[in-house]
């Protein structure tokens, strides 16, 4: 990889306070800290690395899929963005803590807009960074996973279309690793419209055996088509509509607010705020659903620290069923409805939900653990995997989505 642009530059809108921070306020999440705070949870972010911060004592290095290292480089003012929203302490001085701040953070650096392949070892180096791009968020998922990490959350979206060959058993088997073998919850973002992640269809009326639309797919959003293994969040607005450029999809599990971001600054270590980015067009607010997806993340960890029994399956299905559903038209991008976090972490324990999904098959031996991400053994048990779950009907859905086909949903 080769550092082909500036790294990014974040900022504060005008007339900017931070007494109050939009999330922490309609999530409640002082009254959620009655309850949980994460402590002994261990989340791995895997995105553009996170930039040390004093509001992030327990942060931690994980590896670094872009130039080697340790993961503790943001260049793209994301993955410390992210990492703040799930685990920042507080400060006097402001308002902002973050969604579970008793956890320790492990940080793999997994995806940079600022870098790619290097042009002059490849004829298209933007076609050879995407394909890289899927192959490394495999096996960092796997990494994550050997590394204990109880929640994972993932705000970075690979797109491909449906006919584009992309071979996806790779990805099969480390997300298989990730949450039946080792656990883990995986949170991910559904992705934001723009570039390769185009809109899908909705559902075609004449096939009322498919209500979420999966015959009618031509833009799958990576690693959320996995539905057995992660929880998918789209994007809503903080009065819970749909926040406008979130990607829709049959694979949406539930919504979160994605607006109105308040954060660390990735420039500094001092734990100043920043609520806005620099782009082409001047600064802009920061919104989108990876920060939905860290929401989210952070609220796991609370249920997992609440209720150390739950499998990660079960924490999913928790959150999924207490959220407020809405209307059928908007299930592609909210899924089973926007989320809930109090009751979320504070219900009953509903006794019929299994440890693991349907469609899951049992668990069976894998190849030792990585211990690096520099080794070749997360591509190793991700591989491993796909021949644990060969002949599973899963494995089948991957393969006739990728080539066009259909899946019934229960």
């Not at 298209?124 to 994972?152: D, K, M």
């Not at 009322?208 to 994007?235: A, C, E, N």
């Not at 782009?279 to 939905?292: H, L, N, Q, V």
């Not at 952070?298 to 620290?305: P, S, T, Y």
């Amino acid at each position: 990889m080769k550092q082909q642009y500036l790294c990014a530059e974040s900022g504060r809108l005008e007339n900017s306070q931070f007494d109050s921070v939009p999330i922490d306020t309609v999530w409640q999440v002082d009254k959620l800290h009655n309850f949980a705070t994460g402590e002994g949870q261990t989340v791995a972010v895997i995105d553009s690395g996170v930039n040390r911060n004093d509001r992030l004592p327990r942060l931690f290095g994980g590896g670094d899929y872009i130039m080697g290292g340790d993961g503790l480089q943001d260049c793209d003012h994301h993955g410390t963005l992210v990492a703040g929203i799930i685990a920042a302490q507080r400060k006097p001085g402001d308002g902002f803590v973050g969604i579970a701040p008793g956890v320790s953070v492990v940080s793999i650096r997994q995806a940079s807009e600022r870098y790619q392949v290097d042009s002059a070892q490849t004829r298209n180096a933007r076609q050879a960074t995407e394909a890289s791009n899927v192959a490394t968020l495999a096996r960092a998922i796997v990494h994550a996973a050997a590394l204990n990490a109880t929640v994972i959350n993932i705000s970075v979206t690979a797109c491909v279309g449906v006919n584009g060959g992309a071979d996806l058993r790779e990805m099969a088997g480390a997300l298989y690793f990730a949450a039946a073998v080792k656990d883990a919850v995986v949170v991910t973002s559904a992705g934001n419209l723009g570039g390769d992640c185009a809109a899908n269809p909705g559902p075609d009326p004449a096939h009322p055996d498919d209500p979420r639309g999966w015959s009618s797919v031509q833009t799958l959003s990576l690693p959320s088509m996995f539905t057995d293994f992660v929880l998918s969040v789209g994007g809503t607005r903080l009065t819970g509509d749909p926040y406008v450029m979130s990607m829709p999809g049959p694979w949406v599990t539930v919504g979160a607010p994605a607006v109105s971001v308040v954060s660390l600054d990735p420039s500094t270590m001092d734990g100043s705020l920043v609520n806005a980015q620099e782009t082409k067009d001047g600064i802009e607010p920061i919104a989108g659903t990876s920060f939905a997806s860290a929401n989210v993340a952070g609220l796991a960890a609370l249920i997992r620290q609440r209720h150390p029994d739950l499998s990660a399956h079960q924490v999913i299905e928790r959150i999924r069923r207490t959220a407020h559903h809405p209307s059928e038209s908007l299930a592609a991008i909210l899924g089973d409805g926007v989320v809930d976090p109090m009751a979320a972490l504070t219900a009953p324990i509903d006794d019929s939900i299994p440890m693991v999904g349907p469609n899951v098959p049992p668990v069976a031996a894998v190849p030792g653990e990585p211990a690096s991400p520099d080794d070749h053994l997360s591509r190793t048990v991700a591989l491993a995997t796909v021949g644990v779950l060969a002949g599973a009907l899963f494995i089948a859905v991957v393969v006739a989505i990728a080539r066009g086909g259909s899946k019934e949903t229960d």
